[in-house]
T-cell receptor, first 114, second 113 residues
Framework: GDSVTQMEGPVTLSEEAFLTINCTYT??????LFWYVQYPGEGLQLLLK?????DKGSNKGFEATYRKETTSFHLEKGSVQVSDSAVYFC?????????????FGSGTQLTVLP | ETGVTQSPTHLIKTRGQQVTLRCSSQ?????VSWYQQALGQGPQFIFQ???????GRGNFPPRFSGLQFPNYSSELNVNALELDDSALYLC????????????FGQGTRLTVV
């Protein structure tokens, strides 16, 4: 079945540091790929997405490129801020029957220090 | 445009009891999915409802059941609660069952004691 493996945390960075969170996936079809962010005590917010190979998703300075050849969708940001502290989830969406369900990685806790 | 709202936000139940969690979809969305997120884990797909019918199910036992109403709001029911059912339950709505983008509510934190 489908699965997502992401870099284990926690990750602690200083403000303005470069961020990479690795994500690889296994899927039988042609999934869409997502990064979601979860702030303390809240639900999930979609950060960015890519629906086909070589697509780049971007939002709020975060970027990720859908790499089919390496089955990866790594999250990057050039300069993190304290407000970026949260848990980040990589996910894929595949059509299981007629239902599009999301398969998530286990999450990476990011803490950014001032 | 209202977002996805869930109620209650927190709940404590005793093992063996039954619980009902509620979700109001984002305006215009006809598809609702439910996820279970155990502490420190990613969310796991429970099931999806599309136009009042169950449209797909993850690896959860039958004591997890749901409903979707004509206004596309939804309920998740869990019978015979077990300690391992303690988790954050997330509802997500989308405008169609094949749509790639799902919008999540803030979740209901269920504690089973």
């Amino acid at each position: 079945g489908d699965s997502v493996t992401q870099m284990e945390g926690p990750v602690t960075l200083s403000e303005e540091a470069f961020l990479t969170i690795n994500c690889t996936y296994t899927a039988t079809g042609y999934p869409s790929l997502f990064w979601y962010v979860q702030y303390p005590g809240e639900g999930l917010q979609l950060l960015l997405k890519a629906t086909k190979a070589d697509d780049k998703g971007s939002n709020k300075g975060f970027e990720a490129t859908y790499r089919k050849e390496t089955t990866s969708f790594h999250l990057e940001k050039g300069s993190v801020q304290v407000s970026d502290s949260a848990v980040y989830f990589c996910a894929l969406s595949d059509l299981g029957g007629s239902a599009r369900q999301l398969t998530f990685g286990s999450g990476t806790q990011l803490t950014v220090l001032p | 445009e209202t977002g996805v709202t869930q109620s209650p936000t927190h709940l404590i139940k005793t093992r063996g009891q039954q619980v009902t969690l509620r979700c109001s979809s984002q305006s215009g969305h006809n598809t609702v999915s439910w996820y279970q997120q155990a502490l420190g884990q990613g969310p796991q797909f429970i099931f999806q409802y599309y136009r009042e019918e169950e449209n797909g199910r993850g690896n959860f036992p039958p004591r997890f059941s749901g409903l979707q109403f004509p206004n596309y709001s939804s309920e998740l029911n869990v019978n015979a609660l077990e300690l391992d059912d303690s988790a954050l339950y997330l509802c997500a709505s989308s405008w169609d069952r094949g749509n790639t983008e799902a919008f999540f509510g803030q979740g209901t934190r269920l504690t089973v004691v």
